[in-house]
């Protein structure tokens, strides 16, 4: 299996940018970045990958610039969402060029890494994740070559050329250790938390909050996705889990719902088949849904950016 470091030792200049600072050089780096925000859940295969496109591509229609960075670095999917090819791009002494996507979106995805087909590359977890007592330690890198997630992260967020952009959508792996990664080595104006509706994803989503909260993050929003089988012989949508109490947890919290998605199978196959369903679909229900959660994540990110950069005195 190949590792982040042996492909960047093949560099097309053969060296490696070393990052003093990291956060510091990442905060220099995005200084053309309006606001980043995070995609994350609880647990895995909830649609942040396809809520993360469809949303890009929902503000793109507006005139929006976005990027995407798909930090699932195991098993990124952005790409093929996109309907896009990887085109290997080496890392050059002055930096990373995210590939141009449909709409003018910028994504950078380890997709793109050189080193030959195919993927998978390793990452390594951090043997500092954790650290906080939040979040399960992992165990330390056992090979000595291997470059961890934060430090992989780390140098496509510090390398990558995204200009001016008014939103990045960071694409993350299941779990909150990754968030937990990204929150030590960025300012995200905040997380967007995806989740089923199914009374254990409920339950994790509600201990994803305490812990993102600890982190100092604020939760943007939480999207409901496949709350119901919209088929084509039923009168009604019918639930597809015993629910649990979302709204419940969601208020309490003082987190907004920004969206409930029906499972759709048309989505699922534009999804697979890199047609964006937020432009494809746009006239149907859950397109709209769609372009609501993207219209109202940025008139939220907008609002707490505006809070940000004039604190009441
Ligand atoms: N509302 C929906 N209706 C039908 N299919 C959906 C819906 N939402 C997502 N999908 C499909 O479910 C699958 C999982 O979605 P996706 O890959 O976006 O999840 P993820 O949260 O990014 O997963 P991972 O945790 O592995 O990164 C994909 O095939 C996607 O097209
Ligand atoms: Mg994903």
New binding site residues.
């Given amino acids: 299996m190949r590792i982040f470091s042996d492909i960047e030792a093949g560099g097309s200049d053969g060296s490696s940018v070393e990052i003093a600072d990291p956060r510091e050089r990442i905060r220099t780096n995005l200084a053309g970045v309006g606001a980043t925000i995070a995609l994350a ?1 609880a647990r ?7 809520l993360a496109v469809n949303i890009a591509a929902a503000l793109a229609t507006k005139g929006r610039k976005v990027a995407i960075v798909d930090a ?1 670095l195991n ?1 990124p ?1 952005v790409l093929a969402m996109l309907g896009m090819k990887p085109q290997r791009r080496y890392p050059m002494l002055e930096g990373i060029e995210p590939a141009a996507g449909p709409h003018g979106l910028r994504v950078v995805s380890s997709d793109q890494l050189p080193g030959g087909e195919p993927p998978p590359i390793s990452f390594a977890q951090d043997p500092e994740d954790g650290a906080n007592g939040q979040v399960p330690a992992a165990p330390a890198p056992t090979r000595p070559a291997e470059l961890s997630y934060r430090a992989a992260v780390s140098r496509m967020l510090a390398q990558s050329q995204f200009g001016s952009v008014d939103l990045l959508i960071i694409d993350l ?2 779990g909150l250790d990754r968030l937990s990664s990204l929150a030590s080595m960025m300012t995200l104006a905040g997380v967007l938390l ?1 989740t089923h509706t199914s009374t254990q994803d409920t339950i994790a989503t509600r201990n994803a909050m305490k812990i993102i909260g600890a982190l100092g993050v604020p939760v943007v929003g939480i999207v409901e ?2 709350v119901g089988f919209n088929c084509d012989g039923c009168r009604a949508v019918r639930p597809l889990w015993p629910e649990g109490d979302l709204h419940g947890i969601a208020h309490e919290a003082n987190v907004p719902i920004l969206g409930r ?5 048309r ?2 196959d534009s ?2 088949h890199g047609v964006l369903f937020v432009r494809e679909y746009a006239s149907t229900p859950t397109g709209k849904v769609l372009a609501e959660i993207a219209n109202q994540l940025e008139t939220i990110v907008a609002a707490r950016t505006r809070a940000v950069a004039t604190p009441a005195s």
Avoid: I, Q, R, Y
């Fill in positions: 859940s895995g295969g909830v649609g942040k990958s396809m699932d098993s999917s792996a299941s995806l996705n496949m998605l029906a499972f759709e199978p989505l699922a999804t697979d």
